[in-house]
């Protein structure tokens, strides 16, 4: 079989002739992002064929001649023939490109919120025992003497084994003069020894922890020695061609393989996460010993393998809303196979795993009487109200738009991504700047909010989010019934093409904000508040580090109150997992959380439609509960003039 | 790939080009013996290819010109060419072919010591429940609304469940109004749910009992509901070709592959025959929630894949003695995959979970003060003296003669197997009594037994177990300082050979009962008692529904003591196997008679040679411990003057 080398990651692979470069970058687990799922429309899965020959399957057409000449082809496009390739990754899309690539979020949160030391205490632990040599006669096996050495430390508990943990012992107990460590989970009165180590290794103990969204993936390596997060990587949820959101894919289950197919997309996308991140840490996969997952119903239950139908339909009701604990092996995740995966508990069909992990980055339920807000941000957006004494969630479609889906230059929040754009009050020329200061690839949700708020404030679009066709802006351009905002020409895009958004792009965007608010709004009525009354709203998304929630209110994705009580907390889902793996602690609370919830089904609510319609302005309808943007656009368009 | 056709069992199978026959037949379940590991010495493996062209791989050397003729070959020495096959399994060597076919020992336990109806009480239990429908918004998922049904029958116990589980519940609950089946282990205060089934299927509830014997495994397939044995089945263990005895499979498991070679051996075996008794009774293998296998500790070693080494390494430790419940598919038995496989509890390197099975057959610890003796006649020897105060075990290596290895036409209890021997006082003529009363295939350890006392009681063997070359006798042959006794001629015989016992067989069965005879004389010294003293002796072994015991003492194999005294239990670590599959409360007998057990090691007994050494005599050197043996052959010579 041909071999195809990537480059500057330095991975090798052998495939049969004909497979698509995207398919052999994914088996080779070099990341290489493609939004459209394969379809040749997008254009980020642009590499550069640096020797060999290529065969075409859907035309070169979305690439320039100059990009051509190059050597730049679409990896989804471009298939291997019967001889060796070397191909090279852009720097913004290979290998070390995810957004997170060396960092944690952790200081979203506030301080007083994460777990502390003293509170490090997971799931699985590792202990260093000895274990006396065999004597003859006297009855005892190996696993006898094991048991006991277990037993003299932790009491008279059942210790229970695996098969493949009792295929180690009889070697292990005899490699370092019966000096061992194992790991074990403590499950009430039982231990499982889930892995039996020669010699005292119990500084290297690793976990992780997830966050599945229905359009990114994000996989946090966590040093459970020191409580530390070693690094968070994401990407697009390899689900993504069978469907843009939790609707589409329970339909997509119900076809033929559909279910299988839809379990190993997304078990393909974590399990190359974890191997990239464990790879990068020098950690080997079976020495991860424990998995926290948080997402919402619909992707645990994909990522299982259960039949999501009843999700859909009526009375709603999923297989399961808090899940045993499963082990890796029989959910199919590459860490140790006998360690234990916990799943956030969901709380019903609509609202996930993902908030209960979410509200852990919040005081909303921690003695506080006050009521404050909690918005998630995601192409499921879902949103918590509630102090000490209620949690009322509900759920709505926003659809991928923010996390870069369906926007014509969209894309998550990784490197090259626009994050932030300036627009020249006199002009209306843009001024972008992207995540890692390179030439821009696409825009990312931030960059989307900021991008429409300025437009907005400036004047360049309306209320309803059409251009002004008479006032003169470069940027600005119409061809007969279109118009779009070029954001960055081909010269200096890293793919060689235009970067717009046109009105089509600024309608989903639209969309998206209305469902949130609108639901956000709902939620207010049903407990008779305004916006004004609350404590604190706290607005997590998978946004990255950045977000600017002035210009969120701009257009009107988050209602327009003093700025001082709004948090951003990026990706509480992921943070809070991360919590949870490190503090049996944590999870007992998140456990009470999801007890406590109580569901309201927006679809069922009579006013919802109102809400949402009046919410399709930028930015809104009703301009006297938006105050403060009001002001501010007629300042900005006084001061233009 | 060409296609090989099995009569009359009309099972076809696909196999590439240069297959050998057995392996064809192994691969579509249809049993074939091959004592001799697929060599193309033992001959037994004999097939008729009715229609197609073989190639051969040996040479046809062992057949007839007239077998050859006919069309006959032998499976092991034949392969596929690149056209299809139609093959005709004789009678006696096929499907239906197990000596034990349809039928059970139990009567040849003595009725008190078996399970009452009133204490069958399998592991694994199936009980019916009417679930809830899903209501909306009560907040519960299926998997509640299962567990809180199961809960309101067996009390607040904790519920646990597997992911392939979890995979059916969906569908399982909407499929009959809420009416489903759930198969529950109870496990202290857990219940593990292994299947969920719609309906009502209380009634169709499955158990497997096997023995792992060295030679020999056998596999029974019990109605759990009714308590009842439903077939029986025996095949030569796959391991035969890695070895013949513990000791050279321990050896063989050092190199290379092979341990996973031993423990796919052993397993292929087990699944095949549990494959071909769940056919023959109509029961799917997934219906089947409950195994008990019994085995000498070596043969639980390599089934479970655990190195073996330390067994045969002095201090002589075992990974381990008692198994913990390991799950059907971390063994790799083809039946429900989360069924528990129970192992019966070893004692010691030597004496395995065959005897703590069979004990369970004899009332050695049950009650009773008077000592008696259970002798356990196998590759591996096994022997427990005692009474409700103490049990003493060891074991010996007897080699495989009895179950029909290493004697040149001997075969296993099976149908065709030659089981009795009358030999005409006068002339010396045989008459052979088979099996199923079929022509002869070959000669089982009864028909061993039988056959050398009555050659003893007339004078035609001596002591040592030569042939009297003076006395004329039509079916002595002697050919240069080789002698041998024809049992059937080519003319009558299955084989189509000559059926004969030589002088190296004679020895090779008088070393096996020497072995096993000294054993039990220095167990006797060890606790100071004459075999006389002992109130009961039980002999079990794989010899089928029949063993003259007057017989085995004729040839010094069994002590020669009042007649009354003995019992013969046949394959008793089967039986009791069975008793643990249908009983817990047998287990839990099972489980203490484990640990009231004394091991004793033969090979540091300083005694042992001499006794051994004393033995290698018909019946035995001193004649005095065979009193009534001697005024036998007395008396018959006398007879024959």
Redesign the interface.
């Known amino acids: 079989m041909p071999k195809v080398e990537f480059q500057p990651v330095g991975v090798t692979i052998d495939v049969p002739p004909g497979t698509d470069l995207l398919t052999a970058a994914r088996r080779a687990g070099v990341a290489v992002d493609s939004p459209c799922g394969g379809k040749g429309t997008c254009g980020q899965c642009l590499v550069r064929v640096a020797s060999g020959q290529m065969n075409f399957v859907g035309g070169r057409g979305l690439l320039s001649e100059a990009l051509l000449a190059e050597g730049y082809v679409l990896a989804c496009q471009a298939t291997v023939r019967d001889e060796p390739l070397t191909i090279e990754i852009p720097q913004q899309v290979g290998y070390e490109g995810g957004k997170f690539a060396d960092g944690d979020e952790t200081f979203l949160v506030r301080h007083e919120l994460l777990p502390r030391e003293w509170q490090y205490d997971p799931l699985a632990v590792k202990w260093r025992l000895t274990v006396s040599a ?4 006297d ?6 003497r094991l048991t006991r050495a277990i037993q003299q430390e932790w009491g008279p508990m ?1 210790v ?5 943990v ?2 180690t ?3 292990t107990l005899r490699a370092a003069d019966g000096v061992v460590t194992v790991t074990l989970i403590r499950d ?1 009165e039982q231990l499982h020894a889930i892995r039996l180590e020669s010699g005292d290794t119990t500084m290297r103990h690793f976990g992780l922890a997830a966050d599945v969204g229905t359009t990114t993936v994000a996989v946090q390596l966590i040093d459970l020695v020191r409580g530390r997060v070693l690094a968070t990587r994401s990407e697009y949820n390899g689900q993504i061609p069978c469907g843009l959101d939790v609707i589409s894919r329970i339909n997509y289950a119900a076809r033929g393989d559909g279910l299988a197919e839809l379990r190993c997309g997304v078990l393909e996308t974590l399990n190359r996460l974890i191997a990239q991140l464990a790879a990068a840490h020098g950690v080997a996969a079976h020495e991860i010993s424990n998995a926290v997952i948080s997402g919402n119903t619909t992707m645990m239950h994909l990522m ?4 999501p ?2 999700i859909r339909l ?9 899940a ?1 604990y ?1 082990s890796a092996a ?2 199919g995740l590459e860490i140790n196979p006998d360690s234990w995966v916990y799943l956030s508990p969901c ?2 069909s609509y609202v996930g795993g993902d908030i209960t992990a979410g509200l852990l980055c919040t005081d909303l339920a921690a003695g506080r009487e006050d009521i404050s807000l909690f918005i998630d941000i995601g192409t499921n957006g879902e949103i918590v109200l509630g102090n000490n004494e209620f949690l009322l969630a509900c759920a709505c479609s926003a659809g991928p738009a923010f996390e870069g889906g369906g926007i014509d230059c969209g894309m998550r929040a990784a490197l090259g991504a626009i994050e932030k754009v300036d627009v020249d009050p006199a002009t209306g020329a843009p001024r972008c700047y992207t995540i890692g200061n390179t030439r821009p690839r696409g825009i990312c949700g931030s960059g989307m909010i900021d991008l429409l708020a300025n437009l907005l404030l400036g004047g360049w679009i309306d209320s309803a989010g059409k251009f002004d066709r008479q006032r003169p802006c470069p940027a600005i351009r119409v061809e007969g019934k279109k118009a779009w905002y070029v954001l960055a020409e081909a010269s200096v895009s890293a793919t060689d093409k235009d970067l717009v958004i046109g009105e089509q792009d600024i309608e989903n965007i639209v969309r998206a904000k209305a469902a949130i608010y609108s639901a956000c709004a709902l939620m207010m009525e049903q407990i008779g508040m305004e916006f004004s009354d609350l404590a604190a709203v706290y607005i997590a998304g998978g946004f990255g580090r950045f977000l600017d929630l002035a210009k969120a209110t701009v257009i009107g994705l988050v209602p327009d109150i003093d700025p001082e009580k709004f948090q951003y907390i990026g990706n509480s889902s992921l943070m809070g997992s991360y919590m949870v793996a490190v503090s049996q602690d944590y999870r007992q609370r998140q456990y009470e959380l999801a007890r406590r919830m109580t ?1 309201f ?1 927006l679809s069922n609510a009579p006013g919802y439609m109102d809400h949402y319609t009046a919410a399709l302005f930028l930015p809104h309808t009703d301009e006297a509960s938006f105050p403060s943007v009001v002001a501010a656009m007629q300042a900005d368009r006084e001061g233009a003039r």
Do not use: K, M
Not at 134 to 137: A, D
Not at 139 to 144: P, Q, S, T
Not at 160 to 164: E, M, R
């Open positions: 065999p004597q003859p006669e009855g005892l096996g190996d696993l006898d059942r229970l084994y695996s098969l493949a009792i295929h012992v009889a070697n009430g299982l393998g259960l039949n139908e009843h009526a009375p709603y009701t999923p297989t399961l809303l808090e045993p499963f029989e959910v709380v019903g569901y089904d």
